[in-house]
């Protein structure tokens, strides 16, 4: 079992900035990947940004330098950096925990950007 909380989400006017976390406990060291996704209103999840164990990453184009993903392996955390938002990041953001066999979500933070 992995337990994922977020943290960070709030509302922010477009231009701003806000760095999200995701505290992972429970049995990680089996974890391959985490990512954060998002989904807005109306619209399906969308993968925003992954690291992998040995630290590669990926971007959804949308974020492309706006956001970064980042690890903490001492504090078991993870974090996105958001950068210049926009009114289109508003969303829920949700951590995600892959391992072989399948993976855990949090509860997912809202972001709201106003514009």
């Known amino acids: 079992q992995v337990q994922l909380v977020e943290s960070g989400g709030g509302l922010v006017q477009a231009g701003g900035s806000l760095r999200l976390s995701c505290a992972a406990s429970?049995?990680?060291?089996?974890?391959?990947?985490m990512g954060w996704y998002r989904r807005a209103p109306g619209k399906q999840r969308e993968l925003v940004a992954r690291?992998?164990?040995?630290?590669?990453?990926n971007y959804a184009d949308s974020v492309k330098g706006r956001f970064a993903i980042s690890r903490d392996n001492a504090k078991n955390t993870m974090y996105l950096q958001m950068n210049s938002l926009k009114p289109e990041d508003t969303a829920v953001y949700y951590c995600?925990?892959?391992?072989?066999?399948?993976?855990?979500w949090g509860q997912g933070t809202q972001v709201t950007v106003s514009s």
């Open positions: 995600n925990a892959e391992f072989a066999l399948g993976r855990y």
């Open positions: 429970g049995s990680i060291r089996s974890i391959t990947a």
């Open positions: 690291i992998t164990s040995a630290g590669t990453t």
